[in-house]
């Protein structure tokens, strides 16, 4: 090795151990993101294992921490830790989890600081209930809840929203001596987006908010030879509210196994055939006697899923509503095509998520499409970056012009979202070094003006570029020659039919935000109409609770 190749790799350690330094001293200002959760019931069938392939099909939800926990008919093991799920278990670690159900999450925070105690899944042991929580999504109710659950004595190792929840199914659990009372209670009491699964020792849960803002989808392991499953059956388990009705149901048996997860993308990877989606508000426990359903909270009409799924997070290759996410992105091209057509040569995308609409945009426009940006894959998603200049040095180490095909072109350049305006920035900039000669900016979602507080946090709206600035001064700022955003209306008619969450384009939330929780977050002048009150848990309802077994006693044989 030569003197400077020597000096250069002792500065680029330097710097990376700056950057390091900066990244974990520095309050995270970052926009959040996702996490994708997994859960499986399939005795025999390495569920650890099982859980950990469904994870690596999720991972791009969440890259901060990973966990497994399983569930062996005696006792609940967890292991977790902050990285990717590849760093976080080895070929041993998941030997060591034998069981025969699991529960698995990928995670970016929302709520609760970037450790191992907000890792996931989150352990309860309340006396002698044990479960383990995998939540996606954000609550916007949990302080509250968190000091009167420690005022009851409950202990907390986090300020994890997600952990909250654990405490209180296990507080509930154990008051009413049935689980799924403990989770209808906690149902009924917390507020935000989540899609929850959790294992016992012996038992799967899987259960989702009321305006089903946050994704989760049922799949079945199909034992060879033994597909004798009604699907029929299983798309039609009682979900009226009615816990009789749902007693007198026999649970659905005969089949290898059942899988949960945030994405069918999760389910295609160990095999399991996609049954239906998990309703909003609904209740599904597996266990050795079959699966039942329950509809734990009535459903919110109308329903509110997270229409930012489908525009960024996630996979393409993922079914969401019934319609395939890379085709949802290539009609929003086509959309765009029609709502802002652009005179130019050759059409690109930035990858990942802006491919499908770019050429959804150059067959609707009959442009060229071309890749015209060539991604490192080895490069995690820069939307979460925890600094502005990392963030910067993210989107050059991601993204790179192929040169011979745009220098001179008059490029329309398609991208899923501007949020902080960092990619575009810098993207523009590259692609004039690269020789474009007018560069089009279409992006195949509205403005995001607003924050969201059910799973992503966008978190302070003054980081939202297109809260403060016009079209027009956006497109001066990120240099370039035209820009346009695809309309609401536009976007919702590339939608499959149904009532979506569409807050950050809008503001109207479809669950109210307690004061305390988004008083700082807006920007002056900008007032969402549904701040809310805080809830508290009603202790006396508790006691009733326990005192009244009708519930009990019509679910004794379930
Ligand atoms: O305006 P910004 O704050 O830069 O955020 C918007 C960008 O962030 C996302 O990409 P990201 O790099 O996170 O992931 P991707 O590779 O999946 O597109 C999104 O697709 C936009 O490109
Ligand atoms: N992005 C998410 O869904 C995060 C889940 C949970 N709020 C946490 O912070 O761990
Ligand atoms: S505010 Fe936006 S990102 Fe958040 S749940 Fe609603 S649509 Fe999704
Ligand atoms: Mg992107």
Not at 7 to 19: D, F, I, S, W, Y
Not at 95 to 120: C, F, I, M, N, P
Not at 312 to 323: E, L, N, Q, T, V
Not at 528 to 552: C, F, H, I, S, Y
Request: charged fraction near 25%.
């Amino acid at each position: 090795m030569s003197q400077e190749t020597v000096r250069a790799a002792e500065l680029a350690a330097a710097r990376t151990q700056a950057l390091c330094a900066t990244a974990d001293d520095l309050e995270r200002d970052e926009l959040h993101e996702e996490c994708g959760i997994f859960g499986v019931w399939a005795p025999n069938r390495g569920v650890a294992r099982l859980t950990y392939f469904g994870l690596r099909a999720l991972q791009h939800r969440g890259q901060e921490s990973a966990g497994i926990a399983v569930g062996d008919g005696g006792t609940v093991m967890v292991r977790k830790d902050l990285g990717l799920l590849g760093r976080v278990f080895s070929d041993a670690d998941l030997s060591a989890l034998a069981g025969d159900v699991a529960v698995g999450h990928v995670r970016y925070g929302t709520a609760g600081a970037k450790s191992w105690e907000a890792a996931q899944p989150h352990l309860s042991t309340i006396n002698d209930v044990i479960i383990a929580l995998a939540h996606n999504g954000t609550l916007v109710n949990t302080d509250e809840l968190r000091r009167q659950l420690i005022e009851l004595g409950v202990p907390f190792l986090s300020n994890s929203d997600s952990e909250v929840a654990a405490k209180l199914i296990g507080y509930f659990t154990q008051r009413t001596s049935h689980l799924r009372e403990g989770i209808r209670k906690t149902m009924e009491i917390v507020r935000g987006g989540y899609a929850m699964t959790l294992i016992t020792e012996q038992a799967l849960y899987a259960f989702r908010d009321p305006h089903g803002i946050r994704p989760l989808v049922l799949g079945r392991l199909v034992d060879q030879g033994l597909d004798q499953l009604d699907l029929e059956a299983v798309s039609t388990l009682p979900v009226d509210g009615d816990p009789a009705a749902a007693a007198a149901d026999e649970p659905v048996v005969g089949i290898g196994g059942w899988v949960v997860a945030s994405e069918t993308c999760a389910l295609d990877i160990v095999g399991a055939e996609y049954v239906r989606d998990v309703r909003p508000g609904e209740i599904l426990r597996v266990n050795a006697e079959g699966l039942i359903s329950e509809q734990g909270v009535p459903a919110e009409t109308p329903g509110a899923s997270c229409i930012f799924e489908q525009v960024y997070f996630a996979r393409p290759d993922s079914i969401m509503d019934g319609k395939s996410v890379y085709a949802c992105r290539y009609d929003m091209g086509r959309q765009l095509a029609i709502e802002a057509p652009a005179e130019a040569d050759l059409v690109i995308g930035v990858p990942d998520s802006g491919l499908p609409p770019a050429e959804g945009f150059a067959h609707e426009s009959g442009l060229r499409f071309g890749e015209g940006l060539i991604k490192n894959r080895y490069v995690a998603r820069t939307f979460i970056e925890p600094t502005q200049e990392l963030r910067s040095m993210g989107v050059r180490m991601k993204l790179n012009p192929l040169r011979d095909t745009i220098a001179g072109k008059r490029l329309v350049v398609i991208d899923d979202s501007i949020v902080r305006g960092t990619t575009m920035v810098q993207l523009v900039r590259m692609l004039r070094q690269a020789g474009a000669r007018e560069i089009h900016v279409r992006i195949n979602s509205p403005e995001v003006i607003w924050p969201c507080f059910y799973g992503i946090d966008t978190d302070v709206q003054s980081q939202l570029i297109s809260a403060s600035r016009s079209v027009d001064e956006i497109c001066e700022m990120i240099g370039a020659d035209s820009l346009a955003f695809l309309s609401m209306e536009g976007l919702l008619r590339c939608m499959p039919e149904r009532s979506y969450c569409a807050a950050c384009f809008t503001g109207c939330y479809p669950v109210a935000i307690p004061e305390t929780f988004g008083r700082e977050k807006f920007m002056d002048g900008y007032r969402p109409r549904n701040l809310g009150e805080d809830a508290v848990v009603d202790e006396d309802a508790v006691v009733q609770k326990g005192k009244d077994r009708t519930w009990e006693l019509a679910h004794q044989s379930s």
